[in-house]
């Protein structure tokens, strides 16, 4: 069993994505039903979709869009992790309105706005209505950026987060040491988790099992299995690999540890992260 935290659908015929452009090889529409083909091949049974960064006019239209295919008989699309703007003013009127049903998290990515954003006094007021929400916030950002991401989990300590792709190493320029201090340091926050997504797109063209092994071992030894989710990164992942070669990395990678540490990483924490809040409602 799998649980995919991390997949990016894209219909350019419903919605905009203005980055597109900048990437060509992702530049096309990425399908449901081919993603599910190769899921039900490689044992991934639960899925989140992850925003795509559309234009903001489309935000609620994505989120609509991922409704829709939730409702699609045997789905196993559990949920969005929906675009939001927490420095803007409608913030907190949007969060209000969403149906929590469908979106389970927010991301805001980070690398694609000025580094002040993330320190600003909204943004973390917001992030902290999160955490009162019960609505996890991923953390999208470079590696160079990390030591802003520690101080974005300090001021908000009641609010879950998630670091996408391991902190995004420099793995391609052997950035190595820098990147494992600022996990390291990271990994002392207890309300941050790691998200073990897609890192094959930032190595070297030619990256072997072992090329990313040392990031793997130093992401569970600082966070270890308890704190870890998985992620294809889809269809970002294939910028390198495929999505069947990413899976099957990832259980190389993680095939020294036991199978109940396997399990949290691949599937149970995801469900403790995003729907826990499901049960303590219900028990309430």
């Given at each position: 069993m799998i649980f995919d935290t991390?997949?990016?659908?894209?219909?350019?015929?419903?919605?905009?994505?203005?980055?597109?452009?900048?990437?060509?090889?992702?530049?096309?529409?990425?399908?449901?039903?081919?993603y599910l083909?190769?899921?039900?091949?490689?044992?991934?049974?639960?899925?989140l979709h992850m925003e795509v960064d559309?234009?903001?006019?489309?935000?609620?239209?994505?989120?609509?869009?991922?409704?829709?295919?939730?409702a699609r008989p045997g789905s196993p699309l559990r949920g969005a992790i929906s675009a939001a703007r927490p420095e803007s003013e409608g913030f907190e009127a949007w969060l209000d309105r969403v149906d929590q049903k469908v979106v389970r998290g927010?991301?805001?990515?980070?690398?694609?706005v000025p580094d002040a954003v993330s320190e600003d006094a909204r943004f973390r007021r917001n992030l902290r209505k999160l955490g009162k929400a019960g609505l996890p916030f991923d953390i999208c950002m470079l590696q160079r950026q990390l030591p802003l991401a520690v101080q974005l989990v300090d001021?908000?300590?009641?609010?879950?987060?998630?670091?996408?792709?391991?902190?995004?190493?420099?793995?391609?320029?052997?950035?190595?040491?820098?990147?494992?201090?600022?996990?390291?340091?990271?990994?002392?926050r207890p309300n941050l988790n790691a998200k073990l997504s897609g890192i094959s797109a930032y190595g070297p063209?030619?990256?072997?099992?072992?090329?990313?092994?040392?990031?793997?071992?130093?992401?569970?030894?600082?966070?270890?299995?308890?704190r870890i989710?998985?992620?294809?990164?889809?269809?970002?992942?294939?910028?390198?690999?495929?999505l069947s070669e990413w899976v099957a990395t990832t259980l190389a990678l993680l095939q020294d540890q036991s199978q109940s540490d396997r399990a949290l990483i691949l599937h149970q924490n995801a469900r403790r992260i995003w729907f826990d809040a499901d049960k303590r409602a219900a028990s309430a």
């Open positions: 991390h997949l990016h659908l894209i219909d350019r015929s419903r919605l905009s994505y203005p980055w597109l452009a900048s990437l060509p090889p992702l530049d096309r529409d990425w399908d449901f039903d081919a083909a190769t899921a039900a091949r490689v044992g991934i049974t639960d899925v559309v234009a903001e006019a489309d935000i609620d239209r994505e989120t609509a869009w991922v409704a829709e295919m939730m927010v991301r805001r990515v980070l690398h694609v001021a908000c300590p009641d609010t879950t987060f998630i670091l996408d792709h391991c902190g995004v190493p420099a793995i391609a320029s052997g950035a190595f040491h820098d990147w494992a201090a600022s996990i390291r340091r990271l990994a002392e063209a030619d990256w072997t099992l072992q090329t990313l092994r040392p990031y793997v071992s130093h992401l569970i030894e600082c966070f270890g299995p308890g989710v998985w992620g294809s990164d889809s269809p970002v992942c294939t910028l390198q690999s495929s």
